[in-house]
């Protein structure tokens, strides 16, 4: 369990990732030809459909669902080095692809990239936070 001065925020850390993969993981199972589109995707006549329902509707469910199980658990740490990892890797490669690849053309391709940096950032953020909480109170100990 974590006690820290930024356990406010990474509460709202977790509950955002939780609510936010739920919502968006749904999404692309019910409606994975509109989600494909706007990420650029062309799902043909079906074919891979339930590969993208799986990778896009159901890993991304059970992101939001590991998130708020440590959200509900206290185990913020766990979700905390988990984001930090995902949003980290999700950055990397996106900056990677764009420069092997071109840069995405999809409005919806620049705002998940934003959120991803963000969310980074935030992680980031929070690490260091937690980390100076920690030094600190071994100092004090």
Not at 26 to 42: E, K, N
Not at 77 to 84: H, S
């Amino acid at each position: 369990m974590l006690h820290s001065p930024s356990g406010g925020k990474m509460k709202l850390y977790t509950i955002l990732n939780a609510v936010g993969y739920v919502v968006l993981g749904l999404w692309c199972a019910f409606a994975p030809f509109f989600t494909a589109d706007i990420v650029g995707f062309t799902l043909l006549g079906g074919k891979g459909i339930a590969e993208y329902t799986a990778v896009y509707g159901g890993l991304q469910v059970a992101l939001g669902i590991f998130f708020y199980l440590c959200h509900r658990t206290a185990r913020l740490d766990a979700a905390l080095l988990f984001g930090t990892t995902l949003y980290s890797c999700l950055v990397v490669f996106r900056i990677g692809g764009m420069m092997l690849h071109g840069t995405t053309t999809s409005d919806w391709g620049w705002a998940l990239f934003g959120l991803e940096v963000t969310f980074a950032a935030w992680s980031w953020s929070l690490i260091r936070s937690l980390n100076r909480t920690l030094s600190n109170d071994a100092r004090a100990s």
